[in-house]
């Protein structure tokens, strides 16, 4: 099983829709971030989440909202959605304890979201 | 705060060729530095990572880089291009116990 799942893989819906895409991970780590991908723009960071109770806005947040239901558990929801918030969405997961071997942010397979 | 610069959004070599993707980064405090891969249709996987030991990192693939320090680097690169090497290449930075921040990546194209 994947460390990083996320769910649904792909969703097609309809502008003006609500939709939520969730995140569960296995790794154990308390940090968890949700990136949005667009060709030429690389990775960009929506929301990110240090703890259970510590959740901050990335670069592009507006038209998103979040909540990490538990340690394991992010999810992202866009309460309307609009075209142009169609995208490849990256949940990932890293340590907070930067050790020489736990550094990285693990990701999961992705989400392809398309609002017509 | 952190950032990354990845320099050239589109890279083409011939097969058997060196591989150079540049990455100049920024941040406060010491880096960790990242390279990811992503292959069409598929989600990002770790290259290599520099955690402040070597400062010539190895990875998969025969992929490697070198941490410069004065020159805020961390190229990677590749002896001989494959073309199963073809694919999106992403440098990533993070600052001690900051957030994972992403270039804006470089596609590499291997020609026959």
């Known amino acids: 099983d994947a460390d990083v799942t996320q769910t649904p893989r792909n969703r097609i819906t309809k502008t003006g829709k609500r939709i939520m895409l969730e995140c569960s991970q296995t790794?154990?780590?308390?940090?968890m971030y949700w990136y949005r991908q667009d060709p030429g723009l690389g990775l960009r960071l929506i929301y990110y989440s240090f703890d259970v109770k510590d959740i901050n806005k990335g670069e592009i947040s507006d038209g998103y909202s979040v909540s990490r239901q538990a340690q394991a558990k992010f999810s992202l929801s866009l309460e309307s959605a609009i075209p142009n918030q169609t995208a490849l969405y990256f949940c990932?997961?890293?340590?907070?304890?930067?050790?020489?071997?736990?550094?990285?942010?693990?990701f999961g397979q992705g989400t392809r979201l398309t609002v017509v | 705060a952190q950032s990354v610069t990845q320099l050239g959004s589109h890279v083409s070599v011939s097969e058997g060729a060196l591989v150079l993707l540049r990455c100049n980064y920024s941040s406060s405090v010491p880096p960790y530095l990242f390279w990811y891969v992503q292959y069409p249709n598929q989600g990002l996987q770790l290259l290599l990572k520099y955690t402040s030991a070597a400062t010539l990192v190895k990875g998969i693939n025969g992929f490697e880089a070198e941490f410069k320090k004065s020159e805020t680097s961390f190229h990677l690169t590749k002896p001989s291009a494959h073309m199963s090497d073809a694919a999106e290449y992403f440098c990533?930075?993070?600052?001690?116990?900051?957030?994972?921040?992403f270039g804006t990546g470089t596609k590499l194209q291997v020609i026959p």
């Open positions: 990932a997961t890293s340590d907070s304890a930067p050790t020489g071997r736990n550094t990285e942010a693990f």
């Open positions: 990533a930075v993070r600052g001690g116990y900051q957030k994972v921040t």
């Open positions: 790794k154990g780590h308390d940090r």
